[in-house]
Nanobody, 117 residues
Framework: QVQLVESGGGLVQAGESLRLSCVAS????????LGWYRQAPGKQRELVAI?????????GISVKGRFTISRENAANRNTVYLQMNSLKPEDTAVYYC?????????WGQGTQVTVSS
């Protein structure tokens, strides 16, 4: 089993920055991808950024050039960060940490990010 604990959400003004963190623990040897999704009210959950095997990264179209994902692998935990710059009101959503394990997807509890105009 994999546990994901997010932190770093909050309320900011448009143009400001925020950094999210997610610590993955448990069966981390089975994880090949770590990343972030988000879900705004009334919308489907969408990819924000994902790091696969610590090598390749993919970003959602709306965040490219503004958000950066990074990952740190340690012996007993992996940590994934999401640096969010030039935030816009449309970035307001619940952000979920995601881990792809062996035949199973894992999700964090979510952290709220609110960007005021």
């Amino acid at each position: 089993q994999v546990q994901l604990v997010e932190s770093g959400g909050g309320l900011v003004q448009a143009g400001e920055s925020l950094r999210l963190s997610c610590v993955a623990s448990g069966s981390i040897s089975l994880i090949d991808a770590l990343g972030w999704y988000r879900q705004a009210p009334g919308k489907q959950r969408e990819l924000v950024a994902i790091n696969v095997n610590g090598v390749s990264t993919n970003y959602g179209i709306s965040v490219k050039g503004r958000f950066t994902i990074s990952r740190e692998n340690a012996a007993n935990r992996n940590t994934v960060y999401l640096q969010m710059n030039s935030l816009k009101p449309e970035d307001t959503a619940v952000y979920y940490c995601y881990a792809r394990g062996y035949r199973k997807d894992h999700w964090g509890q979510g952290t709220q990010v609110t960007v005021s105009s």
